[in-house]
Nanobody, 124 residues
């Protein structure tokens, strides 16, 4: 069992930055691929970024490429999402997710463990 707790959300003006963090419990964190998803009001939860178990391989949805960076620290059981040049359309609840495999997936159903979410609001 893995428990995920996100932090770092908040209100920011367009063009600003936020850094989300996700702390994971459990001794097998380094075996899991990790991802960030987001859900805006009235919309489906969508994939944002993922990172494999080693931290070497990453993948981003096109809308955040060049602005967001996902990273992990296996010694601290954490995964982070650095978000720069934020836009109002980035407003959503952001969720951290863990997959019981080492390689990346974009599929929501591929992730077994989820955090409670953290709100990110970008004002124009």
């Amino acid at each position: 069992q893995v428990q995920l707790v996100e932090s770092g959300g908040g209100l920011v003006q367009a063009g600003g930055s936020l850094r989300l963090s996700c702390a994971a419990s459990g001794r097998t964190f380094s075996n899991y691929a990790m991802a960030w998803f987001r859900q805006a009001p009235g919309k489906e939860r969508e994939f944002v970024a993922a990172i494999d178990w080693s931290g070497v391989n990453t993948y981003y949805v096109d809308s955040v490429k060049g602005r967001f960076t996902i990273s992990r620290d296996n010694s601290k059981n954490t995964v982070s999402l650095q978000m720069n040049s934020l836009k109002p359309e980035d407003t959503a609840v952001y969720y951290c997710a863990a997959r019981k495999y080492r390689d990346i997936s974009r599929g929501r159903d591929e992730y077994t463990y989820w955090g409670q979410g953290t709100q990110v609001t970008v004002s124009s």
